[in-house]
């Protein structure tokens, strides 16, 4: 069985950096493109951020491009998303699955809170 396992998240103040990581258990996903998504209080899930399976081709929502970083280590089957300049806007639950999503249970996420 799959396991994603978020981590890295917490409270920061706007401006602040954080580096979120996803590791995954159970299967290897290293051929796989792999995401960040997001889901704030109230809204749908969103797309973050994409590497593919080589981390050759990223992609990223406007709301975070240049501000955001993802990368992958397949050694050791984990993603990161280093994230810059924290807005208030970008407190959510982060998650990681494939891109687009095909592993049918979610990890818990980890949760990211930019204060003002």
């Known amino acids: 069985q799959v396991q994603l396992v978020e981590s890295g998240g917490g409270l920061v103040q706007a401006g602040g950096s954080l580096r979120l990581s996803c590791a995954s258990s159970g299967r290897t996903y290293s051929i796989y493109t792999m995401g960040w998504f997001r889901q704030a209080p109230g809204k749908e899930r969103e797309f973050v951020a994409a590497?593919?399976?080589?981390?050759?081709?990223?992609s990223y929502a406007d709301s975070v491009k240049g501000r955001f970083t993802i990368s992958r280590d397949n050694a050791k089957n984990t993603v990161y998303l280093q994230m810059n300049s924290l807005k208030p806007e970008d407190t959510a639950v982060y998650y990681c699955?494939?891109?687009?999503?095909?592993?049918?249970?979610w990890g818990q996420g980890t949760q990211v809170t930019v204060s003002s």
């Open positions: 699955n494939t891109h687009p999503p095909v592993i049918p249970t």
């Open positions: 590497i593919s399976w080589n981390g050759a081709i990223t």
